[in-house]
C-alpha cells in the first residue's frame, strides 16, 4: 500500500482463481440472506407483536456478537475453508428451524443461533482472502470483495420481497439453499487447512496476543466509534428523513443513492487510496463518516440530504475497504482469523450500541446527534493515528509444513 503498488487493473488481474471462486460465493450468501431482512415481518405474519419480534432481532444481534469471536477462533484452528464450510451448513440448519419452532423462548433461541452461525462467516472470509493475496493487492482485493458484497445485498432483497409476499417458507428455503451452496463451493473448489507456524507459536494464546497489540487496541476502538457513526444510517438518519416531510420512499432512495455509489466508484477510489499510507487513508475516511452525518444537522431538503449521504459514502469507500486489508496486514499469520473476528466484533458492539446510543439522543436531541456523530468520527480518526507504525506480515512464507493450506482440486 505504497505510492510503488502495482495499479489497480494490474492488481485485480493478478487475483488468484480462488479469490473469486471466494467472491462468488460470497455473492451467492449475502444474496440469499433474507431471514435477518425479513425476520420481524415473518414472526409478524406469525403473530407476534412488534415488540415480542423486536425481542427476536436483538437475539439475532446478541448471536452474531459471538459470531464474530468464534469464526476468528475457527479460522485458526480448523481452517477457513473448513471454517465456512461448518459455519454455512449450521446456518442452513437454523433457518430451516426457525420455519418449525413454535413459542417465543424456542424463536428467541433460534434467532440467536442464526444470528452466531450467519456472524461466523466473516473472519474465515477475509482471513482466507488474506492468505491468498500478498500485502500490495490486498485493498483491491477487499474492494473487489465488497463489490460483490454490495451486488448480493442490492439485488438479494429485491427477490426476497417478491418471495415474502407469496410464500415465508420459500424464502427461509431459498436463504438456506444458498447457504449450503457456499459451503459445497468452500468444500470443493477453495484451499483448505489452517496456516500454522512453530509449535510454540500456534499455542500462543491469541487474545492475550492481541491485548498486547497497542496499536491493534487503538485501531480497535476507532472501528467501535465509527462504526457507531455509521450505523444511525438505518436508525436515525430514517427518522430524520420523515421528519423532514419525506416519505419512507424517499428514505430509500437515499440508501439507494449510498449503494449506487459504491458499486460506480468505489473501486475507482480504490485505484487510489491502495497507493497510499494505510493509517492516514482509513483516519481520513472515518472523518468524512462523522463530517457527513454532522452535516445531516442542517439539511431539511433533499439535496441537502443527499449531499450528506454522499460525504459518509465517501468517506465508507475510503475506510472500509482500506480497514480489511490492514487487519490482515497487522495480524500475525496464524491468528489471522482472530484478529479478523476481533475487528467483526466491534462492528456487533456497534450494530448493538449504535442504535440505541443515537435512538435516545435522537429522541432527547436531535441536534445534538449530529454533531456528536461529527465528534465522535473525529475521535475515531485520532485513535487510527495514534497507533505505532504497523507491521506487515508476509503473505505465506511463514508457513510451514506442519499444517500446510491444500490446494483446492482442478
Not at 440467536?112 to 485493498?139: C, F, Y
Request: proline share 6%; hydrophobic share 55%; aromatic share 8%.
Amino acid at each position: 500500500m505504497t505510492s510503488k503498488s502495482p495499479g489497480l487493473v494490474a492488481n485485480i488481474r493478478a487475483l488468484p482463481r480462488a479469490v473469486w471462486i471466494l467472491c462468488i460465493g460470497t455473492f451467492i450468501n449475502r444474496f440469499g440472506g433474507f431471514v435477518a431482512v425479513f425476520l420481524v415481518l415473518f414472526l409478524s405474519r406469525e403473530g407476534y407483536s412488534p415488540a415480542l419480534a423486536g425481542l427476536a432481532v436483538a437475539a439475532f444481534g446478541l448471536g452474531s456478537i459471538g459470531g464474530s469471536a468464534l469464526g476468528g477462533y475457527l479460522a485458526d484452528r480448523i481452517g477457513r475453508s473448513e471454517a465456512i464450510v461448518l459455519s454455512m451448513l449450521t446456518t442452513a440448519a437454523a433457518t430451516i428451524a426457525l420455519l418449525l419452532v413454535h413459542g417465543l423462548p424456542a424463536v428467541l433461541l433460534i434467532s440467536g443461533i442464526v444470528g452466531l452461525t450467519q456472524q461466523v462467516v466473516r473472519a474465515p472470509t477475509t482471513a482466507l482472502m488474506a492468505d491468498l493475496v500478498p500485502p500490495q493487492g490486498r485493498v483491491a482485493a477487499m474492494g473487489v470483495m465488497r463489490f460483490f458484497i454490495n451486488a448480493g445485498f442490492a439485488l438479494g432483497p429485491a427477490a426476497a420481497g417478491f418471495l415474502a409476499d407469496r410464500s415465508f417458507p420459500l424464502l427461509f428455503g431459498l436463504d438456506a439453499a444458498t447457504s449450503v451452496i457456499f459451503a459445497v463451493i468452500a468444500l470443493l473448489l477453495l484451499p483448505r487447512g489452517a496456516p500454522r507456524l512453530e509449535r510454540r507459536e500456534v499455542r500462543a494464546e491469541g487474545t492475550r496476543t492481541i491485548l498486547a497489540d497497542r496499536g491493534f487496541l487503538l485501531f480497535l476502538a476507532a472501528t467501535l466509534a465509527a462504526s457507531m457513526v455509521y450505523l444511525q444510517a438505518t436508525t436515525t438518519f430514517p427518522l430524520w428523513v420523515t421528519r423532514s416531510g419525506y416519505s419512507n420512499a424517499v428514505y430509500g432512495y437515499l440508501v439507494g443513492l449510498n449503494g449506487g455509489i459504491i458499486m460506480l466508484l468505489e473501486l475507482l477510489l480504490i485505484s487510489v487510496t491502495q497507493r497510499l499510507p494505510a493509517r492516514p487513508v482509513i483516519a481520513g475516511g472515518f472523518l468524512l463518516v462523522g463530517v457527513g452525518f454532522a452535516l445531516t444537522l442542517g439539511a431539511h431538503t433533499l439535496p441537502l440530504l443527499a449531499i450528506t449521504v454522499l460525504v459518509w459514502t465517501l468517506g465508507e469507500m475510503t475506510a472500509f475497504p482500506m480497514s480489511t486489508a490492514y487487519v490482515a496486514d497487522v495480524a500475525p499469520v496464524h491468528l489471522r482469523g482472530r484478529y479478523q473476528g476481533a475487528w467483526g466484533l466491534m462492528w456487533s458492539l456497534g450494530l448493538m450500541l449504535g442504535p440505541g446510543v443515537g435512538g435516545w439522543l435522537f429522541d432527547a436531541n436531535p441536534n445534538l446527534l449530529w454533531i456528536l456523530c461529527g465528534v465522535v468520527g473525529a475521535i475515531a480518526a485520532a485513535l487510527v493515528l495514534l497507533g505505532p507504525s504497523a507491521r506487515v506480515s508476509a503473505p505465506n512464507a511463514a508457513l510451514t509444513s506442519e499444517a500446510p493450506v491444500s490446494s483446492p482440486p482442478a
